[in-house]
């Protein structure tokens, strides 16, 4: 039987995760006290409680080797990127059903991290939209500077860029000069900080 501890006020959501979890050893924590003395748990924390001191809390907990899993009532992509950088293993709905709770335990029990579908889709489709913007900046290329800005992009120099792509070395320099005039760059950083951008 794996430990699990939930940090939350209110009594539903420890009686709902109860009867979900039987699986597990479930113990509630009511105060910070007491949630700063565990280890190797998996922390389940609502955030309808009020965590003082958040990133000393999270980073005392993950001190002690326990894994540990936000749910709130309303996930949001900024919160769930803010918790994830503070070291927390997963972020989730405080009102999700058994299905998702236990995947999510599972998840980070096998040293994973979990999210939301909610979020994960948000992510995709931010990342999507972001490499659409990027294709929007290289179709403003002809078809040879594109190949010269991809590579360009991934850090190539242009003695490697002329190898991979059989030009000339004077042929690259002059593809990268035109990129820059069409992009309205200067130089190399500003063209790669122009496609991190969008």
Partial sequence: MKKISLYTNLKRDYEKMKNSLIDYDLKNIENREELLTLKENLIIINTS???D???????????NRNKILILESTPKLINAQ?????????????MMNDIYLKSAIQTINNGLTWLIPDITMEILSKLNSDSLNQKDVLNQLS????QVAIL????LSNTKISEELKLSINTVK???KNI????????????INLLNKK
């Fill in 180 to 191: 820059y005039l069409k992009l309205d760059v200067k130089d190399r950083f500003s063209f």
């Fill in 82 to 94: 803010n918790w994830l950088l503070l070291g927390v293993h997963g972020y989730g709905n405080s």
């Fill in 174 to 176: 002059s593809h990268i």
């Fill in 49 to 51: 409680v009020n965590l």
């Fill in 152 to 155: 360009l992009k991934d850090g």
């Fill in 53 to 63: 001191k958040e990133e000393e809390t999270i980073e005392i907990l993950l001190e």
């Fill in 143 to 146: 078809k040879a500077e594109q």
